[in-house]
């Protein structure tokens, strides 16, 4: 296993791939582009954007690892079970058009990871198989720090990170759990409470969106100093793989706050978490949100947004909107079609996430 997920000539493909998507990353400075005048950039003909040719575009359709051992009781195995796996994919690096990274993502508790180690009960509905989480009792406000050194759910992660770095591969990525955001940690955690709390009782909601923030800095910051430099990828690694040294946060509630809300209360701890990173980072979309590109047009460490399902929708928003150097990931599905992301990017600035045949 060792051999093939360390055969240098794998580890080149992927590179190669990688190095592309850097250049789409470095194409232009921050500085320039957060001073240049929205709705215009200067590659770009008044007309609309220039066409890049069909066989340039950036395509990402990545592979996961699996496991059949119990991951809540043999992380290590299950991480082994999932290296293995992935050595017989290892010739889909050699695809030219789509890159295809191979990723370990170790997740647990789904998008509750954050909660549980809050103190929220998590459980799985039997009918849907999906992980849910229980309000926590307490009031906004009351919060308690978690002690990390004592916490089940954290030592269980850091178990299956230390078991894929003693692997020794290098090929693979290590996708992160869903380190998520204070926004969507506190409406997990608190419902609608942490919504009114904002209104009435502002500084007791900021006390706790901020506990959030600290705990999910100290988990990117543990993740940075243990996983390879060049292995590391947040969240869903193999679809939304950035260049080394981007981070990661889920915007997903965003939709549910206004933009005075976002930008004094929100936007400053988001822009907390990204900056773990030394490139800054992505946002993950999947709803209406686009009163907040003002904010986070002027937000330096946001160098990507991440579109799916009723945020795709919005694309022709976001390319136009955003700084000329916040690239956009766009998930292809039966409202946004390839043929439509290209009507309106011409393929610039635009990395195309599905299967494109």
């Given at each position: 296993m060792t051999t093939a997920l360390n055969d240098p000539q794998y580890i080149e493909m992927r590179d190669r791939h990688m190095a592309r998507l850097s250049a789409i990353f470095g194409a232009r400075s921050v500085d320039k582009a957060v001073d240049q005048p929205?709705?215009?950039?200067?590659?770009?003909?008044?007309?609309?954007?220039?066409?890049?040719?069909?066989?340039?575009?950036?395509?990402?359709?990545?592979?996961?690892?699996?496991?059949?051992?119990?991951?809540?009781?043999?992380?290590?195995?299950?991480?082994?079970q999932a290296l293995e796996s992935l050595?017989?994919?290892?010739?889909?690096?050699?695809?030219?058009?789509?890159?295809?990274?191979?990723?370990?993502?170790?997740?647990?508790?789904?998008?509750?990871?954050?909660?549980?180690?809050?103190?929220?009960?998590?459980?799985?509905?039997?009918?849907?198989?999906?992980?849910?989480?229980?309000?926590?009792?307490?009031?906004v406000g009351e919060l308690a720090h978690p002690?990390?050194?004592?916490?089940?759910?954290?030592?269980?992660?850091?178990?299956?990170?230390?078991?894929?770095?003693?692997?020794?591969?290098?090929?693979?990525?290590?996708?992160?759990?869903?380190?998520?955001?204070?926004?969507?940690?506190?409406?997990?955690i608190y419902g609608e409470q942490i919504l009114v709390a904002m209104y009435?009782?502002?500084?007791?909601?900021?006390?706790d969106?901020?506990?959030?923030?600290?705990?999910?800095?100290?988990?990117?910051?543990?993740?940075?100093?243990?996983?390879?430099f060049s292995q590391l990828q947040p969240v869903v690694a193999a679809h939304r793989t950035q260049p080394p040294g981007f981070g990661q946060i889920c915007g997903c509630t965003t939709q549910l706050v206004s933009p005075s809300v976002?930008?004094?209360?929100?936007?400053?701890?988001?822009?907390?978490?990204?900056?773990?990173?030394?490139?800054?980072?992505?946002?993950?979309?999947?709803?209406?949100?686009?009163q907040h590109i003002p904010v986070w047009r002027d937000m330096k460490s946001l160098r990507a947004v991440q579109l799916n399902d009723r945020a795709a929708l919005d694309l022709?928003?976001?390319?136009?909107?955003?700084?000329?150097?916040?690239i956009i990931y766009a998930n292809l599905f039966d409202g946004m079609p390839l043929e439509k992301v290209l009507e309106i990017t011409g393929g610039e600035r635009v990395v195309i996430v599905g299967d494109v045949k």
């Open positions: 929205a709705n215009r950039r200067d590659d770009q003909p008044a007309g609309g954007p220039k066409g890049r040719p069909r066989d340039q575009l950036f395509i990402l359709n990545g592979i996961y690892g699996s496991g059949q051992a119990d991951p809540y009781t043999e992380p290590e195995l299950w991480v082994n050595v017989s994919k290892v010739d889909l690096l050699r695809d030219q058009v789509t890159f295809r990274p191979l990723a370990v993502e170790y997740g647990p508790y789904g998008v509750h990871f954050i909660d549980r180690i809050l103190g929220a009960e998590v459980y799985v509905d039997e009918t849907s198989r999906q992980w849910y989480n229980r309000y926590c009792e307490h009031e002690d990390l050194d004592s916490d089940s759910t954290w030592r269980l992660a850091k178990r299956a990170a230390l078991e894929f770095v003693r692997s020794g591969a290098k090929l693979p990525y290590f996708g992160l759990p869903t380190l998520s955001s204070a926004l969507n940690t506190a409406v997990n009435e009782r502002p500084e007791a909601a900021r006390r969106l901020q506990i959030i923030t600290d705990l999910i800095c100290e988990l990117h910051a543990w993740y940075r100093a243990n996983i390879p976002y930008r004094d209360m929100i936007a400053p701890l988001d822009d907390q978490v990204l900056s773990v990173y030394p490139n800054g980072g992505m946002i993950h979309l999947c709803g209406s949100h686009t022709e928003a976001y390319f136009h909107g955003l700084r000329d150097d916040q």
